[in-house]
């Protein structure tokens, strides 16, 4: 097992770190100590997920105008995008083959790189103008102004 590791269960993401001491947790931040495969006590982190998959998929409502806006291009890109069980293919194909980076899409691998040359370069981050799947970020911040602005007069 790596020093660092993350398992993801689709309802949970558990972090292991085996550098870190078990003293000093704190358990208001989920801090919580596991065993390893080994049997070994391991630092871990865990982290609820997997709401944000149903509250984009239309599982959950949501009463936010402005939040709507942003959630209905999550909704398009993932009725275009790769299904859950296509990507977890790629993860599974990838620790079979000892891989660890996975990128479903060249896109944001490319954003990614973009963003480590400007941390090499210790440039300020700037947010991509369109992210892949998505309409240009101008357009998406003028809508979502648009929605606040309107939930604003009605409330």
């Known amino acids: 097992m790596a020093s660092h590791t993350v398992l993801s269960t689709g309802t949970w993401m558990i972090g292991f770190n085996r550098g870190r001491p ?3 947790f704190i358990e208001a931040r989920a801090m ?8 070994e006590p391991i630092a871990s982190t865990l982290t609820m997920t997997g709401r944000e998959y149903a ?7 949501v009463s936010d105008p402005a939040a709507q806006s942003i959630l209905d291009y999550g909704r398009k890109a993932i009725s275009e995008g790769m299904t859950p069980a296509a990507v977890a293919s790629m993860v599974l194909d990838a620790v079979q083959e000892d891989q660890f980076w996975v990128f479903p899409h060249q896109d944001f691998l490319d ?7 400007r941390i090499g370069e210790r440039i300020n981050p700037e947010p991509p ?4 799947g998505m309409p240009p970020r101008a357009q998406m911040i003028a809508e979502l102004m648009r ?3 309107q939930a604003a007069k009605k409330g």
Do not use: C, S, T, Y
């Open 55 to 61: 509250i984009l998929a239309g599982d959950k409502p």
């Open 22 to 24: 078990l003293e000093g």
């Open 111 to 117: 954003i990614a790189i973009a963003r480590w040359d």
């Open 32 to 39: 919580v100590a596991n065993v390893d495969v080994d049997g």
């Open 129 to 132: 103008k369109q992210l892949p």
């Open 147 to 149: 929605a606040m602005e």
